[in-house]
């Protein structure tokens, strides 16, 4: 069996940034690999266009340009957002709201944005909405630990389920 479309595909992975030498990023293994559903928009493209075609135990390697990943950084999208939107009985929660943590926000459509606060004044927070890697060179390695047909719940719905199925 092959990597294609609407299969459930298990892989582990290592990602460094840049090259196969760079900085360490993440990693999974065999006892917690990465299982997703091919074909369904679910990862970054290129990774799935890298793993087309391969076979259980197929091992790989590549490396993705940031506009193949992430994109490119943006500084368009850092925005400063009023300070009384982090506020609780009109003082900043301090405990939320820390330079370099990772909040998630609501627009007024109901989607939810996630951003890092990079700066915190009175009047403001600044908020980075990039993605963490947006704007990186991305190098991942690996292997193919398995791959099986999807259920037709989890075609239905675009994602892999557990053994027992999923709720929502």
């Known amino acids: 069996m092959k990597v294609e479309n609407n299969k459930v595909v298990s892989v582990t992975y290592r990602l460094n940034e840049n090259d196969e030498n760079g900085p360490f990023r993440e990693e999974t293994k065999e006892d917690n690999p990465l299982v997703f559903l091919f074909g369904h928009g679910n990862?970054?493209?290129?990774?799935?266009?890298?793993?087309?075609?391969?076979?259980?135990?197929?091992?790989?390697?590549?490396?993705?340009?940031?506009?193949?990943?992430?994109?490119?950084?943006?500084?368009?999208?850092?925005?400063?957002?009023?300070?009384?939107?982090?506020?609780?009985?009109?003082?900043?929660?301090?405990e939320l709201v820390q330079v370099g943590r990772i909040l998630s926000l609501q627009d007024g459509e109901g989607r939810v944005f996630n951003g890092m606060v990079k700066n915190i004044t009175d009047e403001?927070?600044?908020?980075?909405?990039?993605?963490p890697m947006a704007g990186k060179t991305l190098h991942f390695s690996g292997k193919?630990?398995?791959?099986?047909?999807?259920?037709?719940?989890?075609?239905?719905h675009g994602h892999v389920h557990g053994p027992q199925g999923h709720q929502h």
Do not use: C, W
Not at 144 to 156: C, G, K, Q
């Open 43 to 94: 990862l970054i493209p290129g990774f799935e266009n890298n793993l087309k075609d391969l076979a259980v135990n197929d091992t790989f390697a590549f490396t993705l340009k940031p506009e193949e990943a992430y994109g490119e950084y943006n500084e368009e999208n850092i925005s400063d957002i009023p300070s009384q939107v982090f506020q609780q009985d009109g003082k900043m929660n301090t």
């Open 124 to 131: 403001a927070v600044t908020m980075d909405f990039n993605h």
């Open 144 to 156: 193919v630990v398995e791959i099986r047909d999807a259920s037709e719940e989890e075609l239905s």
